[in-house]
């Protein structure tokens, strides 16, 4: 992946963790966005669910900046706790994941533009793509 979309990224990433509401306002948005989604975290510890979808958001920039090519070295443990055989994490999920959370970065992003954006979308779908093609592994 580009280097300059990979810094714009985490340029952005920094600016918007850097908010305490960043994570509680996906969350208000992405379970706000199907009953499916409320349904599959009605048991959840969001303290613990926010610290493991910060990790995940720079596991997944690793990922997308790996030359190797392989995301699996950073998001083979997430995975698999999202496949068929564990949280059921389907792929129609991604689609109102990813637009939560671009929502979410374009009120949390001071310096938000198409660029920035089009940024997210690249870095986050490198994650989304490896999770849904492993689903049934």
Request: aromatic fraction near 10%; charge should be negative.
């Amino acid at each position: 992946m580009d280097k300059a979309v990979l810094e714009m990224f985490d340029g952005s990433l920094g600016r918007c963790t850097s908010q305490s509401r960043f994570l509680d306002l996906f969350y208000a948005k992405f379970l706000a966005s199907s009953p499916k989604v409320r349904e599959k975290f009605k048991d959840t510890d969001f303290v613990r669910q926010k610290r493991a979808l910060k990790a995940s958001l720079h596991m997944i920039l690793l990922a997308a900046g790996d030359e190797s090519g392989d995301p699996g070295t950073y998001l083979s443990d997430v995975a698999e706790k999202h496949n068929a055989k564990h949280l059921d994490v389907g792929a129609e999920l991604y689609d109102l994941w990813l637009d939560s959370l671009l929502e979410t970065v374009e009120e949390c992003d001071p310096e938000y533009s198409a660029e920035v954006r089009q940024a997210w979308e690249e870095v986050m779908m490198v994650g989304i793509h490896y999770l849904t093609v492993r689903y049934n592994a």
